[in-house]
């Protein structure tokens, strides 16, 4: 079923797939994973997915959640063109401890290389929140939370085989257990 959708979005050249989704939880999210989780992981184009039937999808409040690397600056261009100053967009670096752990003059010039790269210009600089919590799904749905948001946005890698056995994906867990809509891009 779900290389179904996306082969038939990519056929009627589609520029949004739009899912509900219940989620799934321990051993079938383990070792099967959803119809939702399979759409995120494959689909070339945004998907969006909706737990809750929404009372409007105007998104007001929008959260961007990334590592600011090059390779989700395309995300980034496609979320801000979906959203074109719709929304009040806030900028979300999650910092966890380990090896991906950055100090904060790390992080902001990480952050203002991206949006260089992404904007030109450093304009969105007071959108940018940085956070640090225990992981980065967490991170994401306290700071969400926090802030009242309403739709969560964010770059997948999409990776599929042994490496997203060991590797996981924040994107697909957080379509999975997030309460608020969340949409993916595909980097």
């Given amino acids: 079923m779900f290389s179904e959708v ?5 056929e009627h050249n589609a520029d949004l797939i739009i899912m509900g989704s219940h989620g799934v ?3 079938t999210e383990v ?4 119809n939702t989780e399979k759409v995120v992981r494959h689909s070339k184009i945004p998907v969006l ?4 039937k929404p009372g409007n999808l105007n998104f007001e409040t929008v959260v961007f959640a990334s590592d600011f690397s090059d390779e989700s600056v395309s995300a980034y261009i496609k979320a801000s063109k979906i959203l074109q100053d719709s929304s009040k967009i806030h900028l979300l670096y999650v910092n966890v401890s380990g090896e991906n752990f950055k100090s904060t003059a790390e992080m902001e010039q990480q952050v203002a290389n991206f949006l260089m790269k992404a904007d030109g210009n450093m304009n969105q600089l007071n959108n940018v929140h ?10 994401i749905l306290n700071f969400s939370n926090l802030v009242g948001a309403d739709l969560i946005m964010m770059p997948t890698h999409g990776r599929k085989g042994l490496a997203h056995f ?10 999975n257990h997030a309460n608020l809509p969340v949409m993916t891009f595909k980097i």
């Fill in 6 to 10: 996306s082969e038939v979005a990519e």
């Fill in 31 to 34: 070792f099967v994973g959803s």
């Fill in 49 to 52: 997915v909706i737990k809750q």
């Fill in 166 to 175: 060991f590797e996981g994906s924040i994107s697909e867990d957080l379509a």
């Fill in 130 to 139: 940085y956070v640090s919590d225990y992981s980065i799904e967490k991170g």
């Fill in 25 to 27: 939880s321990g051993f």
